[in-house]
């Protein structure tokens, strides 16, 4: 069991250039998650899998987002047009059905 | 509008004794809870849950305490641990979910030996 991946660990963009960060899951588990968590804030649910469908999606999740798990392994979150708002961690965890979920060890994204 | 409210932004308790985090919600409709541990550079951990037809569920030095009619539950730790050291949040979910959650803001506990 080597966990949740994801890369990379940190990203450094330009305000208004697309990003990319990609999640590799528990390779049993059949749900993927993303979550965003801002400073001093707890994590927020932005969208999740169950396999390769998109199940649910947050208000949160403009339409400059866009995640994807084509096979229903790993998955990626773009995020176009960057603005300094979007400056966060990205969380990524995965589960089994409806246990638990285990989390990558993030994202952490700046838009200068 | 928090749903999930972590009041508490820190506690530090001495090695050997209580911890207790404490959380609020409004909502309740609510059906699960969860406490997840978060160390610096590392994603959050699952520590403990309950269902909302229990009041307690206990594993190891972990207990939650779940108060419905005060839309309260809590955290307890005994006895603490210096490992313990991490930044807890509470979280929330409807329809027993243990994926889309709701979390608090957490609290920061220190464990001093």
């Known amino acids: 069991d080597t966990g949740v991946s994801q890369n990379p660990r940190h990203k450094i963009t330009k305000r208004g250039q697309n990003v990319t960060f990609r999640c590799d899951p528990i390779?049993?588990?059949?749900?993927l998650y993303w979550y965003r968590q801002t400073l001093g804030q707890g994590p927020e649910f932005l969208t999740y899998?169950?396999?390769?469908?998109?199940?649910?999606k947050s208000r949160l999740l403009s339409d400059r987002f866009s995640a994807e798990r084509p096979k229903g392994s790993f998955s990626t979150l773009e995020i176009q047009r960057t603005e300094q708002g979007d400056s966060a961690m990205y969380l990524c965890?995965?589960?089994?059905?409806?246990?638990?979920?285990?989390f990558g060890s993030g994202t952490q994204l700046s838009v200068l | 509008d928090q749903q999930v409210k972590q009041n508490s932004p820190s506690l530090s308790v001495q090695e050997g004794r209580i911890s207790i985090l404490n959380c609020d919600y409004t909502?309740?409709?609510?059906?699960?809870f969860l406490w997840y541990k978060k160390y610096p550079a590392e994603g959050p951990t699952f520590l403990i849950s309950?269902?909302?037809?229990?009041d307690k569920n206990e594993d190891g030095r972990f207990t939650v305490f779940l108060n419905k009619s005060a839309k309260h539950l809590s955290l307890h730790i005994v006895p603490s641990q210096p490992g313990d050291s991490a930044v807890y949040f509470c979280?929330?979910?409807?329809?027993?979910?243990?994926?889309?959650?709701?979390f608090g803001k957490g609290t920061k506990l220190s464990v001093k030996p």
């Open positions: 965890a995965s589960s089994l059905m409806n246990e638990k979920l285990f």
């Open positions: 390779s049993e588990h059949n749900r």
């Open positions: 899998f169950q396999n390769e469908a998109q199940l649910e």
């Open positions: 909502n309740s409709m609510f059906d699960y």
């Open positions: 309950i269902s909302s037809i229990k």
């Open positions: 979280a929330a979910s409807f329809g027993g979910s243990q994926g889309n959650l709701i």
